[in-house]
């Protein structure tokens, strides 16, 4: 029986803890790298990262992702193992039907098409949205629990040129409640008027049933359950489904909220076991391996894999993958970063879902709450 995410978090760290035994290895979260870390529960990998591990052939995003803590140090703790972010499936039917085009031309002046622009995918969810039809323009992440609605809402925020804090200092005030962040917040909060009803706690399993039900023309949801969406099994639009990366903010950014894991050996484990740990990370981050596990359906991280024409050509989704992998960023990866991130998921779901307060005071009531977990942290500096 599988161990839900979310407890399987409080799991691994229960052991840690205890400096138990059970794992030689863990695949765990990005945002786990900080605790990992600094509370002495991974090996450091750094001295054989680049040489032994295969380290130089991977996108540049997602060593920062998966890999380095403290961000910019260049000290590394996990192998980037599983390669994931947010992107979109749409309807190509909808969008290539000639009446549909020509009355979309006629109300906003564009083409429907792809949206380039977040803009652009709003006016599409809007144009789509009819609900005497049972049919939306959009499914985005909402969920309270876990970290869903603040992964749905950094692929905007990140987009929009703005930030959770200063990666050095820690700080948040004045740079996560800023106006242009504000005005992200805002857009987010737009989508959701383009959703079905019922979606206040959606995440990627929701995101998938409104989409292979017919409800919707877009979907936000992680590459790693895109799969399902391009199997006619799965899904009855499954040829007329196509896939693509988030669009550019108002000054051209493009960002996707990053998902996925790193691979990381444990501290307590045996001499011997960590040895043979790293003997199997070494074969795992081999060019040869990599590209083994792409053609069978993996999520590498391995860029000249990433940008091969037969990697990109092997499946519906991974040409948006591979730009989406270019340009990942992520939440904190602080040891403090589960109180971070309750916060976040509270303050976010308030506004985007009950309409609670504004955008900028929401942004303001998590910057004061977050830096005051720094500062309690002894990680906030002046």
């Not at 990998?45 to 380290?55: A, R, V, Y």
Request: aromatic share 14%; net charge negative.
């Amino acid at each position: 029986m599988q161990e839900p995410w979310p407890s399987f978090g409080n799991r691994v760290f229960a052991e840690f803890a205890a400096k138990g035994q059970s794992y030689d290895m863990v695949v765990g979260d990005s945002q786990w790298l900080g605790q990992g870390a600094t509370q002495g529960h991974y090996v450091e990998m750094t001295d054989i990262f680049d040489s032994e591990l295969n380290g130089k052939a991977l996108a540049p995003a997602t060593v920062a992702a998966y890999a380095e803590y403290p961000k910019g140090d260049a000290k590394y703790w996990a192998y980037p193992l599983e390669g994931d972010a947010c992107g979109w499936a749409y309807r190509k039917d909808l969008f290539e039907n000639p009446t549909e085009m020509a009355n979309f031309k006629a109300k906003y002046g564009t083409d429907l098409a792809v949206p380039k622009t977040w803009e652009e995918l709003r006016n599409i969810a809007e144009f789509f949205t009819r609900p005497d039809s049972n049919l939306y323009g959009l499914s985005i992440y909402t969920q309270k629990e876990g970290d869903a609605i603040t992964m749905g809402f950094q692929n905007v925020m990140f987009s929009w040129g703005a930030d959770w804090g200063d990666p050095t200092s820690y700080k948040t005030e004045g740079v996560l409640n800023t106006s242009n962040n504000a005005e992200a917040l805002d857009f987010y909060r737009s989508l959701y008027q383009f959703v079905p009803p019922g979606s206040s706690n959606d995440f990627w399993q929701e995101g998938v049933n409104k989409y292979t039900s017919g409800q919707v023309a877009m979907s936000m949801n992680y590459f790693a359950f895109f799969p399902g969406l391009a199997n006619s099994a799965t899904n009855p639009f499954a040829d007329q489904t196509g896939f693509f990366s988030n669009p550019a903010g108002p000054d051209g950014a493009s960002y996707a909220a990053l998902g996925g894991q790193g691979i990381s050996i444990i501290k307590y484990a045996t001499p011997e076991r960590q040895q043979a740990s790293l003997d199997f990370i070494k074969w795992l981050a081999s060019d040869a391996t990599q590209q083994k596990w792409a053609e069978l359906g993996g999520y590498t991280c391995n860029q000249n894999i990433l940008n091969s024409e037969a990697f990109l050509d092997n499946t519906p989704y991974n040409r948006a993958f591979s730009e989406s992998m270019q340009k990942v960023k992520d939440f904190w990866a602080v040891p403090v970063y589960g109180e971070l991130l309750t916060v976040a998921q509270a303050d976010l779901h308030k506004f985007i879902i009950n309409g609670e307060g504004t955008a900028q005071s929401t942004l303001d009531s998590i910057s004061k709450q977050h830096d005051d977990i720094f500062k309690k942290a002894d990680l906030l500096k002046s």
